[in-house]
């Protein structure tokens, strides 16, 4: 099925110039195509008819008609004109100017008409006139005219003209569209940084009313999540510190009790509410302390590869370059491991430098997650226990940390199948 916006460009600018170019381009052609073929042509068979007329005056005295009695010099006068009743050899007729547009076989036509016999026009090159041979009483006469009685000379000026002040219209309406979309593509790029975490404290709204409107909108947007962000944030210092203290209180009066299975048991949740405690605060305040910088993911990859004490394969790049949150990162990339080792006894790493972004790919050998299954697992406190391993400890937040981290900079998290047979977690970062 035939649509227009296949062939049409896909940017905003694109679409805009076109806009303004073709019905320019369209106009101009139809102006051109309408002023030589109707108006031009018009006048250039009035200016044949009009020469036809003077020219008749010459073949009648070349032929002793009607007038006869006027003199040569006298016609030659009135009529503007040089004409010759016994004219010499044929001059050599020149295919240019005349030619060209037709002006030739229409000035022809107009003689042959009222003169009634064959006439033969052409341009000579060495006068540069007009010379019109026709026969006359047994004799062949000869008038010459300028070009310029014949044909409008000057008709291309007006096409100049109209190039001219179409080019300046749409030189103008490039230069406003070159305002217009770079303040969309301003904004564009602010409102990414904003989603990446990144300020723009250099940003103001600028360009149309609609899109400083827009502008204006983001900016709030903006405001808004991070009062919230900061609401959020001291709200949860306030309940960590509400509830750490009865967690402590617990603590110390189990220390005090005899150690027995029980005790050991009640030791051993409140270590797991202590943990989940800490994992629900730093998915809550989403690392929000954490400053934009740019660094080597490649080496900080290693680096934590290196604190989990195994021989876990690292191929790829030795250095990559992106800006983020250096501390939120490595806790991703942390929790990614984590899970890796946790679930599998083989895992490896893969690092991959693309174009535009950065991927770290890392593989196990453990139980996996069903497909219809992997969506789940970013839940907030997910387990997913039937699908990994029962006896393991966790709050349920690493891979909810590590996408969160990831969206938050303009990437994501996805889960695959590994070809070790388990999981494959693929953590994507823009540079």
Not at 328 to 351: H, M, P, W
Request: aromatic letters at 6%; glycine letters at 6%.
């Amino acid at each position: 099925m035939f649509r227009l916006r296949d062939i049409t460009p896909r940017g905003l600018y694109a679409r805009s110039l076109l806009m303004v170019v073709l019905p320019v381009f369209l106009i101009l052609t139809l102006t051109t195509w309408y002023y030589y073929d109707s108006h031009i042509a018009e006048v250039n068979r009035k200016l044949g008819q009009s020469i036809a007329r003077d020219v008749s005056v010459v073949q009648d005295f070349c032929e002793r008609r009607s007038g006869s009695h006027i003199s040569r010099d006298t016609i030659a006068t009135r009529l503007d004109l040089t004409f010759s009743c016994d004219a010499p050899d044929a001059v050599p007729e020149e295919e240019g100017f005349l030619e060209a547009f037709s002006y030739r076989n229409v000035l022809r036509e107009e003689l042959r008409v009222r003169l009634g016999v064959p006439v033969a026009v052409g341009l000579s090159p060495n006068d540069s006139l007009i010379h019109i041979r026709f026969p006359a009483a047994g004799r062949t006469a000869e008038v010459l005219i300028e070009r310029k009685r014949a044909v409008t000379i000057t008709s291309h000026f007006f096409i100049v003209w109209v190039i001219i002040f179409s080019l300046l219209m749409v030189s103008l309406a490039v230069a406003f569209l070159n305002q217009q979309v770079r303040s969309i593509l301003r904004l564009s790029e602010a409102a990414r940084a904003f989603g990446r975490g990144r300020d723009v404290p250099d940003f103001r709204p600028s360009g149309a009313n609609e899109v400083r409107e827009a502008a204006r909108a983001v900016i709030d947007m903006k405001n808004r999540l991070t009062a919230f962000t900061d609401q959020r944030t001291a709200m949860l210092a306030g309940v960590s510190h509400d509830l750490r203290t009865p967690l402590t209180r617990l603590k110390l009066a189990l220390a005090m009790m005899e150690e027995t299975d029980e005790i050991r048991a009640m030791k051993a949740d409140l270590d797991d509410m202590a943990m989940m405690l800490d994992g629900y605060l730093a998915f809550a305040k989403g690392e929000e302390s954490d400053e934009p910088v740019e660094f080597d993911f490649a080496a900080l990859v290693r680096d934590v590869v290196a604190g989990f004490g195994n021989d876990i394969p690292v191929t790829g790049p030795d250095a990559m370059t992106i800006k983020g949150r250096r501390l939120a990162i490595k806790r991703a990339v942390t929790n990614l491991l984590s899970n890796a080792v946790k679930f599998g006894d083989t895992v490896q790493v893969t690092l991959i430098d693309g174009p535009h972004a950065v991927e770290m790919h890392v593989d196990d050998n453990g139980p996996g997650i069903p497909k219809d299954r992997r969506e789940e697992a970013f839940r907030p406190f997910s387990r997913l226990d039937e699908a990994r391993s029962q006896n393991t400890s966790g709050t349920g937040l690493g891979l909810t940390l590590a996408r969160d981290t990831a969206r938050g900079h303009g990437g994501d998290l996805r889960l695959s199948e590994s070809a070790l047979g388990g999981l494959r977690a693929s953590l994507r970062l823009p540079h």
